[in-house]
């Protein structure tokens, strides 16, 4: 697929944007690498993404974007410029369905069963499922667990159990390839890329202040600000994770829901 300049060309102007923004996220692959040896250029993809900028510097924020540097765009473009391997871009809406262990399953399936070691799995969350992308600040402050459900009396999906320590066997049934690994950074880990929609961080901020949990008594762009500031890292920001499946899409992931 051609690829516009103005991707290309961000893409090559990495190195600008990041002396422009000053801000690059720590990557949740500088914890311990659980790549495969034989997955070069999925290891080369998060190394981009660990430098490329996400501006967490935020005052206010608009309903809709409009300009690249609202977003996380090179990260993004880095995303959807990968040919290396096969792409799968799953739909993830609901924090309490089972989308981290099908997504753990087709890594899985995808690396050993059919040799794919280049494999990448992109999670497009919105829905409850994006409230697993803010930091544990955010889940306090303004009480996620109670939009989250009961089974998340605080943000467990960003930890890493222990169970990701055994990584030396693959087929460990409680190792970190296993159910018991189920967490958003074990899979970053292993070369998965969470996209985060900008439309739902929005949306959130709106219910927040519409059911009074709004401490700061903040205006819904201030507030979607500060959301957006406190997004895990290595997460992506997108300007809406519906819109961007349509970018996948035309990039060639297999899209799956």
Known sequence: MHMPEGRR?????????????????????????????????????????????????????????????????????????????????????????PWLNVMRNSMNAQIWSFKNANFLCVSATHGSAQ??????????????????????????????????????????????????????TVLQRRGAVFLACHNAVWELAGHLIETGVNPDHATQDVLAAELTNHLAPDVVLTPGAVGTIVELHMAGFAYTR
């Open 9 to 97: 060309g961000a893409l090559r102007g990495l190195g600008i944007g990041l002396a422009a923004f000053g801000l690059v996220r720590t990557a949740a692959a500088t914890g311990t690498s659980l790549e495969q040896p034989g997955a070069a250029h999925l290891q080369a993809l998060t190394a981009t993404l660990a430098k490329a900028p996400r501006r967490r510097d935020f005052k206010t924020v608009q309903m809709v974007l409009e300009r690249r540097e609202e977003w996380d765009a090179d990260a993004l473009d880095a995303v959807l410029a990968y040919r290396a391997g096969p792409r799968q871009a799953w739909d993830n809406t609901d924090i309490q369905g």
């Open 131 to 184: 409230l697993a992308l803010y930091d544990q600040a955010m889940w306090d402050k303004y009480g996620l667990a109670k939009l989250a459900g009961p089974k998340f009396p605080n943000n467990s999906l960003l930890l890493v159990p222990p169970a990701a320590q055994d990584s030396a066997n693959f087929q460990a049934p409680s190792g970190a390839y296993s159910p018991s690994a189920n967490s958003v």
